[in-house]
Structure formats: structure tokens, C-alpha cells
């Protein structure tokens, strides 16, 4: 079967920029990745660094695993949040470095990772009210927040539902502010949201939520994602971050996927208050106009687009993570003094 004959994917190709090369994947390939689609325990880490793992309990009866660990009461906190269908454990070489001088936690958002299975929640909203929780059961304040991805979208959400009192900084890797388009608006506000980022219409979320709906979500997952990595990122790096998504159950992914592409965060950006570091890739299918359009609405705000050179793809910080963790680093001796 040809995967990128299926028109939901095409659609999505066709709003992907022209530098992006999306491969076509192998049966080879996919006899690599267990069958059927449902959450499994990853091969070995492509490292050998561990921390801690804990979990609690939210106010809704979620389990929620994360990684915690600090090695000073005085160390400021970091608190990473990972991207749609993917885990904390991407975070490894972030954990690793950023653990000698900072208390670093990792959140698996509900059904992701290494959090169990939940039918309920699948919506940005929730996932901002999970991490008002777990900063409160940490009793973490001050903090600085890094979001890839969808991650960027629940730290959105939790500055429009609770504020930014809690907040020191935030680092906003690869995300625009609003990702579909809405066809029925004037031109200019199309285009407005177009320039912004918006890569999907409505009917073209709905088709991808379908595609991870069906009786071979695979054909949609593995495709996706090879689009989103750079074309030379090594094999087992590529696996393992695959398996890592299909750790979270399809249909809910499908439910959250179409709540979360289909918000429009521009209003809440425009209020960020804290200083705040924009994290692009030449390579991701973002684009970056997008994070232009995204740092432009911040007020202060600091912007570094990696280029295709230094990897960088919508997953640059798994990729290259050297160089994004420098990056990180100078953002917060500068904010934290």
C-alpha cells in the first residue's frame, strides 16, 4: 500500500514547506515497530542516564508519572513538558545536563509515556489543569517552563487559566501560535492566521484523527512522524521516538489531537509577561515564519531558528541536543542572574 496516497496525508502534505522531504516508509520499516497500536514498554534508551520516576494523582482520578529530581533546595526549577503522543523520556539529554544546576521534572501528560491510560481529559484545557496540579503537589513556584510542541499549547493554556504569578521564564520550542486556518474568515485574517503558522484546515484535522482512529494507525503515525525528523536522524533515534508515541492510546491521541490543533492561542501570547525564549528549526515543517510571527508577539522576546545544518528538525532538541542545551543554558543565566 502506498501511505501517502491516503488524501488525509496528502492534504497535509500539501501545507508542508517545500524543504521539508517526507519519506516514504518501508514495510521494512514498519515490521521494526510492534503491532497492534497500543501503549508498550520501550526498547533501551539511546542513553544510558536514568532519574527518578514518581507519579500523583489528579483532582479527576489521573495517575500522572514524572521525573523529578533535584540535588539543592536552592537549585531554580525547570519543569519540561513534552509534545502530542510523545513522553518525557525525549528530554533525557535536557534531564541530564540541566540536573547539575536546576531541579528538572519531566511530566508524561495523562495516557502519554509512563502515565496509564485514561478515557477522560483529552483536551488541552485538562492538560494545563494537570500541571497547575503538579506544581502545586511539588509546591513548585518560580519556575521556568520549556513546552515542545503541543507542550508549548498546555503552557498556553495555563497562563489563560491561571495566570503567570507561578512563572519565572519560558522556553517555547517549535510551535506556532495557532495551527488551522479558518476557512470562513476575510481574507486578511486567513492570512493573518496562515502567517502565524496555520499549516491544517478543520476537515484536514478530522482526517488525521481519522487516519489514527483506523484499523492500521501506523500507515498515519509512522509517516507523520518521519516528516517531522530530519531525513538523516539515525534509525534507533527514530524507533525509539515512535515507540514512544505509540505508548498513547489511539483514539485518545485522535481526540487530542483535533482539541489541540484547532485552538488559536494568539490572544493569550500577546499577554506573556516573563521572559521568554522562541526555539525554531529551519527544518520543521513550522517553518520560520511561524516562530517569527510567535516571538514578534512576545514582548522582550529572544528567538534562535537552528538551521538544517544543525539539524534542525521539530525534534532538534533529540537530535542535536548539545547545541539547543547551550542555548538553554545562556537563556537562563540571563534570566536567572
Known amino acids: 500500500m502506498d501511505y501517502l496516497s491516503n488524501s488525509y496525508f496528502l492534504h497535509l502534505i500539501s501545507k508542508l514547506p517545500h524543504r521539508i522531504i517526507l519519506y516514504r516508509v518501508s514495510s521494512a520499516v514498519l515490521s521494526l515497530i510492534p503491532t497492534p497500536f497500543q501503549p508498550s514498554l520501550p526498547p533501551k534508551m539511546p542513553t544510558d542516564f536514568t532519574?527518578?520516576?514518581?507519579?500523583?494523582?489528579?483532582?479527576?482520578?489521573?495517575?500522572?508519572?514524572?521525573?523529578?529530581?533535584?540535588?539543592?533546595?536552592?537549585?531554580?526549577?525547570?519543569?519540561?513538558?513534552?509534545?502530542w503522543s510523545q513522553s518525557a523520556a525525549l528530554f533525557s539529554a535536557q534531564l541530564s545536563?540541566?540536573?547539575?544546576?536546576?531541579?528538572?521534572?519531566?511530566?508524561?501528560?495523562?495516557?502519554?509515556?509512563?502515565?496509564?491510560?485514561?478515557?477522560?481529559?483529552?483536551?488541552?484545557?485538562?492538560?494545563?489543569?494537570?500541571?497547575?496540579?503538579?506544581?502545586?503537589?511539588?509546591?513548585?513556584?518560580?519556575?521556568?517552563?520549556?513546552?515542545?510542541?503541543?507542550?508549548?499549547?498546555?503552557?498556553?493554556?495555563?497562563?489563560?487559566?491561571?495566570g503567570q504569578s507561578a512563572l519565572k521564564a519560558l522556553i517555547l520550542v517549535d510551535e506556532p501560535a495557532c495551527l488551522t486556518a479558518d476557512p470562513t474568515l476575510p481574507a486578511p485574517a486567513l492570512l493573518a492566521a496562515k502567517k502565524a503558522g496555520a499549516l491544517l484546515t478543520p476537515d484536514g484535522s478530522y482526517q488525521l484523527a481519522a487516519g489514527?482512529?483506523?484499523?492500521?494507525?501506523?500507515?498515519?503515525?509512522?509517516?507523520?512522524?518521519?516528516?517531522?525528523?530530519?531525513?538523516?536522524?539515525?534509525?534507533?533515534?527514530?524507533?525509539?521516538?515512535?515507540?514512544?508515541?505509540?505508548?498513547?492510546?489511539?483514539?485518545?491521541?485522535?481526540?487530542?489531537?483535533?482539541?489541540?490543533?484547532?485552538?488559536?492561542?494568539?490572544?493569550?501570547?500577546?499577554?506573556?509577561?516573563?521572559?521568554?525564549?522562541?526555539?525554531?528549526?529551519?527544518?520543521?515543517?513550522?517553518?520560520?515564519?511561524?516562530?517569527?510571527?510567535?516571538?514578534?508577539?512576545?514582548k522582550g522576546g529572544k528567538l534562535r531558528v537552528f538551521g538544517v545544518e544543525e539539524k534542525g528538525s521539530h525534534f532538534m532538541f533529540w537530535e542535536n541536543p548539545e547545541v539547543i542545551n547551550a542555548v538553554v543554558e545562556e537563556f537562563l543565566d540571563d534570566v536567572e542572574g
Open 51 to 83: 532519574l527518578p520516576t514518581a507519579t500523583f494523582t489528579t483532582s479527576d482520578g489521573a495517575t500522572l508519572s514524572y521525573i523529578h529530581h533535584s540535588t539543592s533546595p536552592t537549585h531554580p526549577h525547570l519543569v519540561l513538558l513534552p509534545g
Open 212 to 298: 489514527l482512529r483506523g484499523e492500521k494507525p501506523e500507515e498515519t503515525l509512522v509517516p507523520f512522524m518521519r516528516g517531522i525528523f530530519s531525513p538523516g536522524i539515525e534509525e534507533e533515534r527514530f524507533r525509539y521516538a515512535v515507540q514512544q508515541a505509540r505508548r498513547t492510546d489511539a483514539g485518545f491521541a485522535a481526540r487530542l489531537l483535533v482539541d489541540h490543533v484547532n485552538e488559536d492561542w494568539r490572544d493569550v501570547v500577546g499577554r506573556i509577561e516573563v521572559p521568554t525564549l522562541v526555539v525554531g528549526g529551519e527544518g520543521s515543517l513550522v517553518g520560520r515564519g511561524a516562530v517569527e510571527d510567535l516571538v514578534g508577539r512576545v
Open 97 to 162: 545536563h540541566f540536573s547539575l544546576t536546576h531541579t528538572v521534572t519531566a511530566l508524561d501528560h495523562r495516557s502519554h509515556g509512563a502515565s496509564p491510560p485514561v478515557p477522560h481529559g483529552a483536551r488541552i484545557s485538562r492538560l494545563a489543569a494537570d500541571l497547575h496540579e503538579l506544581l502545586l503537589h511539588l509546591e513548585i513556584k518560580d519556575v521556568t517552563l520549556l513546552g515542545h510542541s503541543m507542550g508549548c499549547s498546555v503552557i498556553w493554556s495555563y497562563i489563560d487559566l491561571f
